[in-house]
């Protein structure tokens, strides 16, 4: 049976910061983040968002009545969830209306979280092939005012819908895997905001991505020529490259080189202005490829390359689809990228402080000014108001 993703949707919130005027506002050389990191805006989460409600957006206009009957598993990859105990999985179940006779669970490992949850989701459809599983990939990124891991944060949510006979990519079975236990990049529970040690986790990443793509190759005995293009876990858009590059310009031929450093640049226009959204950026690197490059030939390969600190990495493989592009919103995804509000950075800072109650009193937000259909409301006793604006219906 083949099994993959049958469907992908994509949310980031409606404000973002160009990294311009936040380099000037820092002292930095502008040309540093946008050349150097390779980051030209980054998202960012008004109060009224948080990753239950990025990643409800994000599925809200995905699923059919079709698949809100046939999804029996919700699987939500996040490593900055909102609750020690209830999944945010539990949430987004009940705001996108899905039956209730189904599993929902968060999953944890960093920027692997979604990956973990893609592969668990194919065993569960290897096994219930009538089924299908919602994996949500949600995160919002904060390194902190000022620190060096600014300009890498972001924030989004991609939804995938993993069935038999998948409509836009099947997966394949090789892949080649490796956990290691290293401290690059982690947030103890006291924390809202990540540890990092930057030049180490480059490091890492780097060497995590040769050893998995040497044991994908041991295993499966392809080469960069049995592959149109590979995508990567983008924190920066720099970084898939630095670790593409030095393999590809030993193993590949001139023609393969071309072809991956084309495909890399269509894999990460929408990385480039949204900024890392964690275990999100694989996929987001993947949609970019599927909606911003022209046409992938029926059967053609494509590698991802999952990492998550800590660390896990992952180098998997689909084959494309015929008629891949009607599964796609391509018009409403670059639409909703372009029309969302630049802030300045004070404006940014003053987001980045807000905080909700922590003692159980009452806030109420105002959603009006956040275009999203499922927003956060509020808060009161302890507990997160959801509202989706097209029921208004709340939890
Ligand atoms: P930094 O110290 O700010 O930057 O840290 P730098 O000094 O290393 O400079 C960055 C690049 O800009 C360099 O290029 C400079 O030469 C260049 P490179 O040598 O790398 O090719 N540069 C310029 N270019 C043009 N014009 C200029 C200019 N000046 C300098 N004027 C760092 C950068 C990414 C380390 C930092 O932002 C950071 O710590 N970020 C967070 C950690 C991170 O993203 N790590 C990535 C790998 S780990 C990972 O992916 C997992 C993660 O997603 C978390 C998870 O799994 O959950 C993070």
């Not at 072809?259 to 275990?279: A, C, F, H, P, W």
């Amino acid at each position: 049976m083949e099994i993959g993703i049958d469907k992908i949707g994509f949310y980031a919130p409606d404000l973002y910061m160009d990294m311009r005027e936040l380099a000037v506002a820092r002292g930095i050389e502008p040309d540093k983040f946008t050349i150097g990191i390779g980051q030209e805006k980054m998202a960012i989460a008004p109060i009224t968002q948080d990753t239950v409600t990025l990643a409800a957006n994000a599925a809200l206009n995905l699923l059919d009545e079709k698949d809100k009957e046939a999804i029996d598993l919700v699987i939500f990859g996040t490593e900055t969830g909102i609750d020690q105990s209830k999944s945010a999985a539990v949430y987004v179940h009940e705001l996108l209306g899905l039956d209730p006779v189904a599993r929902s669970f968060e999953i944890k490992q960093a920027c692997y979280g979604a990956t973990a949850g893609i592969q668990m989701a194919k065993g569960h459809v290897a096994l219930n092939p009538d089924s299908k599983v919602l994996v949500l990939a949600s995160d919002i990124a904060k390194y902190g005012l000022n620190s060096p891991g600014e300009s890498t944060q972001g924030a989004g949510a991609v939804a995938l819908v993993i069935s038999a006979n998948p409509k836009i990519m099947v997966l394949e079975n090789n892949s080649a895997y490796l956990t290691s236990d290293i401290m690059d990049f982690w947030r103890p529970t006291y924390s809202d905001m990540a540890f990092v040690d930057g030049k180490f986790s480059n490091e890492q990443y780097i060497l995590f991505f040769e050893t998995v793509w040497k044991q994908y190759k041991a295993k499966s005995g392809l080469g960069f020529k049995d592959f149109e293009a590979l995508c990567f876990h983008v924190p920066y858009t720099k970084m898939g490259l630095k670790a593409l590059k030095p393999v590809l310009e030993e193993e590949g031929t001139t023609e393969d080189q071309k072809r991956m450093l084309e495909n890399y640049q269509k894999s990460i226009q929408y990385n480039k202005i949204v900024g890392n959204i964690y275990t999100g950026s694989l996929y987001l690197s993947l949609l970019s490829l599927l909606e911003q490059k022209e046409e992938l030939k029926e059967g053609s390969r494509i590698g991802l390359f999952s990492y998550g600190s800590g660390a896990v990495g992952e180098f998997f493989t689909g084959i494309m689809q015929p008629g891949y592009q009607t599964q796609l919103n391509t018009i409403q995804n670059t639409d909703r990228l372009s029309s969302r509000r630049k802030i300045s950075v004070e404006e940014y800072e003053s987001i980045f402080k807000q905080e909700l109650p922590v003692d159980g009193s009452t806030i109420e937000l105002d959603i009006e000014k956040d275009s999203a259909a499922i927003c956060l409301a509020g808060m009161s006793e302890n507990k997160r108001q959801y509202i989706n604006k097209r029921t208004y219906g709340s939890n």
